[in-house]
């Protein structure tokens, strides 16, 4: 017999062994095959085919007063009231009812320009509509809040079509979640700078440029938030980690090696428990830290002392084909471009998932990648979904959130086209007379 036979022979006589023990016990090992994809399936079912379409969700227009003396710092405030509507999901509500992980409660802010015609939208579920607005009233006692029909319905839903299209884009950030963007305080004006100079707002540049949009056009910006701890998505204990780098702080290194530390002795000559590391220890780290790496510390050690959202943002520009404007597609991306730091974070779009595409069936792709962003923009679902978090989701704080959706400082400031209240409401005099 040739060494190939003998090799053919002895794998034919594994492989009918392997046959002959799968035959007999494959109702054991059938199990592990099946269970990820079958946890896989009954979460996706439970979760999105159950417990969202249980779900009942309103949409309420905000209409702004007509001045706000702090309108980032009122947002702020506003955002963080919001957080207790979290509620963890716990074993038997996540596999048996379907309710979501990494905070199963979320809410939208939204900005839409129609044509030029500025709107302030906010999603939530119809349960928590009272809770919303007695938020909105303590913070804005004269804003207006209405219950209002879903914009998105208003358009074709089979868009791209032939008389109109879309173009639409994630905007995510570029650095890890520890890292804030810049916020609202940066553009403050300290007491010694008042006559110099007007307090810095880009928010005025976004509406400037929406108002602009002509017949045909619509810009949609949506901004969907998540409450969540850190046990949901442990951002915090990365920032501590993140922190700790910068700050050059001694890590837990654990017990060493005595052999480990021999070792060394022998083949590199360093001595056990080196004096090198008593040296370095009488320099206290915080000596060490450059002017940017204090900055970068304190504005980490900032933002993780604050509650979080899971948050994801995207845009979607639909036009008529006849009246594209090619710039209006990127107005977000601008706006946001005021929020960015080299030294700390930055935002951008998500090249991934934007409506571009490069290589290998442009038109096809590029037409489904369309429809995706359309149907999960009008459905307020998740980048990745059926995924709750993965790329394209951040952890923002409120107020990283307030520095990007707030309301207008003065109505008399605004152009045309934004919604406000133009008259101060009043209480009744105590002494008008009851029929």
Partial sequence: MTVIGFYN????????????????????ILPFILYFPARFFHLWWIRWEVWYKEQDWI??????????????????????ALWPIYDGANWRE???????????????????????????????????????????????????????????????QDIPNETLDLYGEYLSTMKPD?????????????????????????????????????????????????????????????SKKLADQIARRPGDSGRKSVI????????????????EEKAESLIPPEMKLTPGEREKLAAIEAKNSQVGFKTYMRSVYIYAKDAYVSPNKRIPRSY???????????????????????YFFRKRRLYARKRKIFDLYVRRLPPLYPQMSGPGNMIFTAEEIATIFHFPARAIDLPAGVPRILAKKATAPPNLPVD
């Fill in 94 to 156: 996540r596999w048996c009812e379907g309710e979501m992980i990494c905070g199963p409660f979320w809410l939208s802010f939204e900005i839409v320009s129609i044509e030029g015609m500025v709107h302030f939208y906010m999603r939530i579920l119809k349960d928590q509509k009272k809770f919303v607005e007695s938020i909105f009233h303590t913070h804005y006692p004269e804003i207006e809040i209405f219950e209002v029909s879903d914009y998105t319905q208003n358009v074709p």
């Fill in 59 to 80: 949409l309420l227009e905000l209409i702004p007063p007509a001045e706000i003396l702090k309108p980032n710092l009122a947002m702020d405030d506003v955002i963080n």
């Fill in 260 to 275: 480990g530390e021999m070792l060394k002795l022998i083949f590199l000559g360093k001595k056990p428990y080196g004096d």
């Fill in 178 to 238: 520890a890292y804030p963007i810049r916020t609202y305080k940066y553009f403050e004006i300290r007491p010694e700078e008042v006559k110099q100079e007007k307090k810095l707002d880009p928010f005025a540049n976004l509406m400037e440029a929406m108002v602009k949009l002509k017949q045909g056009e619509q810009l949609w910006f949506q901004i969907v938030l998540t409450p969540i701890t850190n046990n949901d998505i442990p951002w915090i204990d990365e």
């Fill in 336 to 358: 946001l471009a005021h929020f960015s730091t080299t030294g700390l974070n930055s935002m951008r779009d998500w090249s991934k998932e934007k409506t571009k595409i490069h």
């Fill in 9 to 28: 022979s002895f794998l034919g006589a594994t492989l009918s062994l392997l046959w002959a023990f799968f035959l007999i016990w494959w109702w054991l």
